[in-house]
T-cell receptor
Framework: EAQVTQNPRYLITVTGKKLTVTCSQNMNHEYMSWYRQDPGLGLRQIYYSMNVEVTDKGDVPEGYKVSRKEKRNFPLILESPSPNQTSLYFC????????????FGPGTRLTVT | GENVEQHPSTLSVQEGDSAVIKCTYSDSASNYFPWYKQELGKRPQLIIDIRSNVGEKKDQRIAVTLNKTAKHFSLHITETQPEDSAVYFCAASVNYGQNFVFGPGTRLSVLP
């Protein structure tokens, strides 16, 4: 089954404790992206990747890191989480930038206390 | 950078009526405009998209129109059904889908 998976789905952590949210797709997509969703703000892009070893900042990259060492995986890293990073996070992938549909993962709800 | 506004923030219609959601964007270089539907507790899913070289696109009960001069695009849903109830997001992108900027969303309620 073609899908985008994220782990964990739910995470409660404390300020300053490094964490990684994994994202994996099995559709051989070149493009992958991370978004955060907050009430009243819609989806805001954090980082995106056009291919392996090619990443770029979205609109809200501060406090986040990503890497794309393999085509299928695009982990989101929070080196020192803060309460303002409490949010719902979505990973997405598509074949490429030429207007192809983005497929979203199920989301990861992160709470930082 | 790009800024996308979306109106209305909430919309209630009677089943069978039409619903229209409008988005405006600021960057004239934007050339790809997708619409996503997000049901409660679920992930966003693409319902229709349009590129800047097209003025209108239809898919059954859903249509999108684009006015590049005025920098706005609209989602039209005809013959609404209860299962259309969801939050709808518009988005704009330069380079046909690289950096995406989303609108804040419209909560559509279709009343039986």
């Amino acid at each position: 089954e073609a899908q985008v998976t994220q782990n964990p789905r739910y995470l409660i952590t404390v300020t300053g404790k490094k964490l990684t949210v994994t994202c994996s797709q099995n559709m051989n997509h070149e493009y992958m992206s991370w978004y955060r969703q907050d009430p009243g703000l819609g989806l805001r892009q954090i980082y995106y990747s056009m291919n392996v070893e090619v990443t770029d900042k979205g609109d809200v990259p501060e406090g986040y890191k990503v890497s794309r060492k393999e085509k299928r995986n695009f982990p989101l890293i929070l080196e020192s989480p803060s309460p303002n990073q409490t949010s719902l996070y979505f990973c997405a992938s598509s074949f490429g930038r030429a207007g192809y549909e983005q497929y979203f993962g199920p989301g990861t709800r992160l709470t930082v206390t | 950078g790009e800024n996308v506004e979306q109106h209305p923030s909430t919309l209630s219609v009677q089943e069978g009526d039409s619903a229209v959601i409008k988005c405006t964007y600021s960057d004239s270089a934007s050339n790809y405009f997708p619409w996503y539907k997000q049901e409660l507790g679920k992930r966003p899913q693409l319902i229709i998209d349009i590129r800047s070289n097209v003025g209108e696109k239809k898919d059954q009960r859903i249509a999108v129109t684009l006015n590049k001069t005025a920098k706005h695009f609209s989602l039209h849903i005809t013959e609404t059904q209860p299962e259309d109830s969801a939050v709808y997001f518009c988005a704009a992108s330069v380079n046909y889908g690289q950096n995406f900027v989303f609108g804040p969303g419209t909560r559509l309620s279709v009343l039986p």
